[in-house]
Nanobody
Framework: QLQLVESGGGLVQPGGSLRLSCSAS????????IGWFRQAPGKEREGVSC????????DYADSMKGRFTISKDNDKNSAYLQMNSLKPDDTAIYYC????????????????WGQGTQVTVSS
């Protein structure tokens, strides 16, 4: 059974950067598409970005394009989300998830989820 653990969240000032990590165990990530999602208080979970099993194809939600970069290191069995130019609206719990299938930012298509890591953007 694949297990995912996120790390790297924290408090950052507007305009700052964070790098989130998603570490996998129980299986190898080279067969999984990885998605990053976030959920702010009182809001629905939304897709942030996803990367295919090989790491060769990615997709981003429009509001994250140019600011966030997703990557994957199958040798380290990990995925990452580099977040730059952070805004207060980026404050949320960030989750990584995995599925065996093509790229999608639809949360209900993912089978395995981490517990989330809190990102707070505030001065």
């Amino acid at each position: 059974q694949l297990q995912l653990v996120e790390s790297g969240g924290g408090l950052v000032q507007p305009g700052g950067s964070l790098r989130l990590s998603c570490s996998a165990s129980g299986s190898t990530l080279d067969i999984y598409t990885i998605g990053w999602f976030r959920q702010a208080p009182g809001k629905e979970r939304e897709g942030v970005s996803c990367i295919d099993s090989s790491g060769g194809s990615t997709d981003y939600a429009d509001s994250m394009k140019g600011r966030f970069t997703i990557s994957k290191d199958n040798d380290k069995n990990s995925a990452y989300l580099q977040m730059n130019s952070l805004k207060p609206d980026d404050t949320a719990i960030y989750y990584c998830a995995a599925r065996e299938g093509s790229l999608t930012n639809a949360a209900d298509r993912y089978d395995f989820w981490g517990q989330g890591t809190q990102v707070t953007v505030s001065s």
